[in-house]
C-alpha cells in the first residue's frame, strides 16, 4: 500500500509541475507580447518625434535661405580690411575702422594690396 502511495503522490507532484509549467508558459508568451506591443509603441513614438524634428529643420533652412537671400552679407573685420586696403587705405586707418590690431592690418595689406594690382 505504501508503494502506491508513494507513486500516487508522485504522480500529483509531477501533474502539478506540468500545471505550473504550462502557466508559466502561457505567462511567458503574454509578457512576450506585452514587450512586443510596448517596443512598437516606443518605436512609434520615436518615430513621430524624428518626423516632428525633421519637418522644423525644413522649416528652419527654408528661413535661413530666405534670410541669406534678402539680407546683404555682413562682412568680418578682416574681410572689411581687405576691402579697405584694396581701395588703397593706409593700415593705421583700416586698424581703427575695422577694431584690428595694426600688425594685422600692416599684415593683410603685404597679403593684399600687390594681389589687387595683378
Known sequence: MSGSLFFYLVGLLLLGLAVACGYLYWRLHQLEGRRDNLTAMYLDQHQQQISALQRDMARLM?????????????????????????????????????????????????????????
Open 62 to 118: 527654408a528661413r535661413l535661405e530666405q534670410q541669406s537671400r534678402s539680407e546683404p552679407a555682413v562682412l568680418s573685420p578682416y574681410n572689411q580690411a581687405i576691402e579697405m586696403i584694396k581701395q588703397g587705405m593706409p593700415a593705421a586707418e583700416v586698424a581703427m575702422q575695422c577694431g584690428i590690431s595694426r600688425s594685422e592690418a600692416e599684415l593683410i595689406v603685404s597679403l593684399y594690396r600687390n594681389n589687387s594690382t595683378s
